[in-house]
């Protein structure tokens, strides 16, 4: 059986589709640009692989990132979490912001003018796999009427463990900054994922519903039954999870030092601040 859900983007169970030309075009329709998953032996040749089925219960799982930024939803669920925010500001939204503890996925920002005054930081956590998806990619491509030879190779999996202790330490890393400034930090992931964690880590001092005063935000998103005419499946916020730093650290039991003075991380966002960056979620 077929395990790629989603090709490029789109549904391999959604009717009508050229599939010869997205193939060739190889271009992600959530960055506009040219798929980033290339094979190591062929780099010119981008895999397009954006969601799979995974586990006894074939649930479809995410292993690309950029599929979440689909329609700019999450950032949408993130706007209230800008308490600072006032009318006339601008929305601004920023990629790779250097923080202490590494850099930051996305940083929704609430912007008078050329100055940054207020913002929340946006990390993303699809799965990784273990094992390689191309000769399930192909197999696919087969079936969707694209004649291509299929390679033997064992089947991939979900790196389940791996994914979720490296994500939960990147957050108490960054989780001490944004607590220092009375700032939100935002997992965004996907239901599979963070079923696990609850599974595997300590979650029962998490707030659920989230609450605002809380430093670290967990919002858990699930993928739509595919409907009739559409080309992929809507995202649904289905679970909104909070807690503060020492949350974290009861999860792992790490400690980390990362703090950081207010109006160092204002000026770094602002100077950072363009037309080009400017957002609306319209």
Known sequence: MDKIV????????????????IVA????????KKCFKTRKSEPDVAIGTCTVLAGR????????????IDRHKIFIDCMHLLTK???????????????PGGKLDYV??????SHAVDFVGIELQTLDTTGSVWPARMS???RLGIPVTVPEGKPYGMNWKMTAKTILVQMHHKAATFANINRHLVLVIQDPLLDYMRREFTFDHFTDPADVVDTV?????????????QQRSDLVLH??????????????????????EESVLLARISSKLTDMTLWSPL
């Open 108 to 113: 929704l920002v609430s912007a008078r003018g």
């Open 25 to 32: 075009l190889q271009q992600c329709p959530f960055s506009d």
């Open 239 to 260: 679970s909104r999870m909070s807690t503060d730093v020492a949350g974290i650290e009861r999860c792992l039991g790490l400690k980390n030092d990362a703090a950081v």
């Open 140 to 142: 696919t491509l087969n």
């Open 57 to 68: 219960a074939m649930d479809p799982v995410m292993i690309c990132p950029n599929r979440l």
């Open 6 to 21: 989603e090709l490029f983007g789109i549904n391999t169970d959604a009717q009508g589709i050229d599939w010869g030309t």
């Open 217 to 229: 935000h967990f919002h858990s998103y699930g993928m739509q039954p595919l409907e009739p005419g």
């Open 85 to 99: 925010h006032q009318p006339g500001n601008d929305y601004h939204l920023l990629s790779e912001i250097k923080i």
